[in-house]
């Protein structure tokens, strides 16, 4: 079975690299890809927005199945646009069609949807240029901190929380007026913060049946002690220590249940992941957000953990048969920690050669931003490399990937020393 995975970050090069496990695979394409998929499958570099170029390649390069990593394709409708070809609406692909993938490209929609099916969640308002002045006088209801949210997509950058109303009227201004965000932040949705702690679960549907995958949880903030800029994801560990049976199976009746009945119900056609980010207040699970794939650099600790074969899986998802899927997991914890750019989430440079010496290793190094140049590997991005670890707990997980960071370097690489201080 010939595969092609969009994207080029740490998720991509881990589905490549579970996937390049598989005595199923015949050739594996990755689309434009990183340096470290180019050392198990081809890289061919094109837009993953390129819907044209793409099923030329899916034709030219006889493909099997397609894999949409990142979420800009699947909002911008790329299963649509292979269903309705003729002459590649017969691959499958592993991500939800365009109405489902509004989940993620529009928190407003994804917020409507939680609301209509009793789904836990945060109470907000949404507010566009034009009800500027009702967004101050909403805001000044709430008690601190005030959490405002681009409504589109803004690469995991577009939620602000802030402590002070007056600096939180001037960015909820920044945002609709001055488009902070470009026209992620053409509505912006203002809700009542959360006090608890974060985490992950992941659910992979076939549109009718799913599989609850590993729970896993990530730190965005760049400094230590959660301080500092938001960016993509500077570690993750999985399983999530303090999610017990109980709380799991709360999670499980009052939100992954009612997610998926909730897309049948409103004809959302889905396979693929849903990724439900969720804050533990008290006792009870309530949803912060969905996205409509894989999260990185938690897919750098889930994945790992699968022991099936995934070209097994996405099969099954792709059938509609994932209720035969019998799901094996390994029962150690595995941790990831995120190598940076110098600079990052703010201005970094690029090209700066990276040393990785991977002998006498049991840590799996995952690329992010990097590419392959006339025989040298170079960063080509804020996060650079993940280097994930097992453990028989999260501490000895981390460990182990913090030891084997010795084994990694390049000019202003900077990574969180701290992952998994709040468990």
Known sequence: MNILILGSGGREHT??????????????????????????????????????????????????????????????????FFLNDPEISHIPVIGPQKAAAALEGSKKFAKEFMMRHEIPTAAYQSFTKEKLEEGFSFLETLTPPYVLKADGLAAGKGVLILNDLKEAKEELKAMLVNSKFGNASATVVIEEFLSGIELSVFVLTDGENYKVLPTAKDYKRIGENDAGLNTGGMGAISPVPFADKEFLSKIHQRIVKPTIEGLKKDNLPYKGFIFIGLIKVDDDPIVIEYNVRMGDPETEVVVPRIQNDLVDVFEAVGNGTLDTIDLKLDERTAATVMTVSGGYPEAYEKGKEIMLNKEETDSLFFHAGTILKEGYVL???????????????????LQKSYQNMEKLHFDGMYYRKDIGFDL
């Open 15 to 80: 589905f490549a690299w579970k996937l390049h496990q598989s005595p199923k695979l015949g050739k594996l394409f990755v689309l434009p890809g990183n340096a470290g998929t180019a050392e198990i499958a081809e890289n061919i570099p094109v837009d993953v927005n390129d819907f044209d170029v793409i099923k030329e390649v899916a034709l030219s390069k006889d493909i099997n199945m397609v894999i949409v990593g990142p979420e800009d394709p699947l909002v911008n409708g790329v299963h649509d």
């Open 379 to 397: 960063t080509n991005g804020g996060r650079v490399m993940a280097v994930t670890s097992f453990g028989n707990d999260f501490k000895e997980a």
